[in-house]
């Protein structure tokens, strides 16, 4: 099982960046998807998640109408849509898969986002 997040980066407060988890090793079609952050010293939170067919999302309260996720079930790919970045989204984003009936949960390694002027 392999969860390989890119497109983290370096930004100016107001940018945009795509996150992108390209996975493998697994029914990706089965899992829920979702990304994660961890800022210093603080607990890792979700930020946004997509169920398995793409019909459902949530978000974390901080990012609602700024942060857009998606998945491509053909691709096995799910994409995080950053705009409007903030230097409180400064963290590492972490792609997760996800299916509980059958008790699976994965994590990917993570991207640094970096929010600052």
């Known amino acids: 099982v392999q969860l390989v997040e890119s497109g983290g980066g370096l930004v100016q407060p107001g940018d945009s960046l795509r996150l992108s988890c390209a996975a493998s090793g697994f029914t990706f079609s089965s899992f829920a998807m979702s990304w994660h952050r961890q800022a210093p010293g603080k607990e890792r939170e979700l930020v946004a998640r997509?169920?398995?067919?793409?019909?459902?999302?949530n978000y974390a309260d901080s990012v609602k109408g700024r942060f857009t996720i998606s998945r491509d079930n053909a691709k096995n790919t799910v994409i995080l849509q950053m705009n409007s970045l903030k230097p409180e989204d400064t963290a590492v984003y972490y792609c997760?898969?996800?299916?509980?009936?059958?008790?699976?949960?994965?994590w990917g390694q993570g991207t640094q986002v970096t929010v600052s002027s």
């Open positions: 997760n898969a996800q299916r509980i009936v059958v008790g699976r949960n994965y």
């Open positions: 997509i169920n398995s067919d793409g019909g459902t999302t």
